[in-house]
């Protein structure tokens, strides 16, 4: 079954991509992934002259539009709020003194007597929603539910889930295969991870990771923050539909663990910028010109290595 993610109406016929009443893109319901076109070996692209002084790094791109932060006015509302409880402690003495620390008081009891309210755990199929962990600074995690992506054939690539791990991999050398999620995994304004690793420790020019800022619909407009162990090296890149674009290009890294170790790919959405960090230390920033206002998360596999997915996490 799709859905619409503007109007929500539903579709059985799963050939239809576009509302019939609003004409937005279809995306699938209940936690299945939207699946991709096998894409050929990206064709080479010269830079555009909106490159930033740090070499391999895309600071603006052609024909996209520029996010700024309008700076915030002065106020001078706290020198009358300064004069007026001057003047209120000299008519009335040290009691109104006296009521402003009761009153901090009270504040400090609330807080510190644990009765403050604690965000309560919830399960919806292919959804976690808890308290955050450790790593996530504040708010709530979503958990995709990666044992709902196995699909039971595809043309473009081959997916299984065994031992706590979801494994995918493109299916010839040369090709990369792109999995991403439904609409309420958004990653704006977010701090998005997983945990991966190249299961066989096989030889990939393309690399694996992690999708965000994604369309629904698969490389029509996303970000990937991909590694390759073997290599110990990592780049990031942008999609378009039939076009991989480096945003960063290949940057050796001794943050990456090789072999077939764990690594852990987060990435930190921050108003416009997007730290990406590799097993807990920042290892690149971006400026997000051309990611997808809403987009999702999503996994990334190329070269046909098989690569072990793992807690793809996104807290807000």
Excluded at 70 to 78: G, I, L, R, V, Y
Aim: with cysteine.
């Amino acid at each position: 079954m799709k859905i619409c993610p503007s109007c929500r109406r539903t579709y059985t016929d799963e050939g239809l991509n576009f509302c019939l009443e609003d004409g937005s893109v279809l995306t699938f319901a209940g936690g299945v992934p939207a699946e991709t076109m096998i894409m050929g070996d990206p064709r080479p692209t010269q830079p555009s002259p909106g490159f930033g002084s740090q070499p391999g790094v895309q600071s603006t791109f052609d024909n996209q539009p520029q996010y700024s932060v309008q700076p915030k006015k002065s106020s001078k509302t706290w020198i009358w709020v300064v004069g007026i409880f001057a003047i209120l402690i000299l008519l009335c003495g040290g009691g109104f003194v006296g009521f402003l620390a009761y009153v901090g008081s009270q504040v400090n009891t609330n807080t510190a007597d644990g009765r403050t309210p604690t965000p309560r755990s919830t399960n919806t199929p292919g959804k976690t929603t808890s308290p955050s962990p450790g790593p996530f600074e504040t708010g709530t995690v979503q958990t995709v539910d990666l044992s709902e992506w196995v699909k039971e054939s595809s043309p473009y690539g081959t997916t299984e889930y065994t031992g706590g791990e979801f494994i995918m991999g493109a299916k010839q050398k040369g090709f990369y295969y792109v999995l991403v999620a439904p609409a309420e995994y958004s990653t704006d304004a977010a701090t998005t991870r997983v945990t991966a690793r190249n299961i066989s420790d096989a030889a990939t020019s393309m690399g694996f990771g992690l999708i965000f800022h994604s369309d629904p619909t698969p490389l029509t407009k996303d970000y990937a923050f991909l590694i390759d162990s073997k290599k110990k090296r990592y780049r990031v890149v942008r999609h378009e539909p039939e076009k991989e674009t480096p945003v960063v290009a290949w940057t050796n890294s001794s943050l990456i663990k090789d072999g077939t170790g764990e690594n852990i790919l987060e990435i930190r959405d921050k108003s416009g910028t997007v730290e990406l960090y590799i097993n807990g230390q920042m290892a690149t920033s971006i400026k997000n010109t051309a990611g997808y206002k809403g987009g999702v998360a999503g996994l990334y596999s190329g070269d046909g290595v098989k690569i072990g997915f793992k807690k793809l996490e996104i807290s807000k």
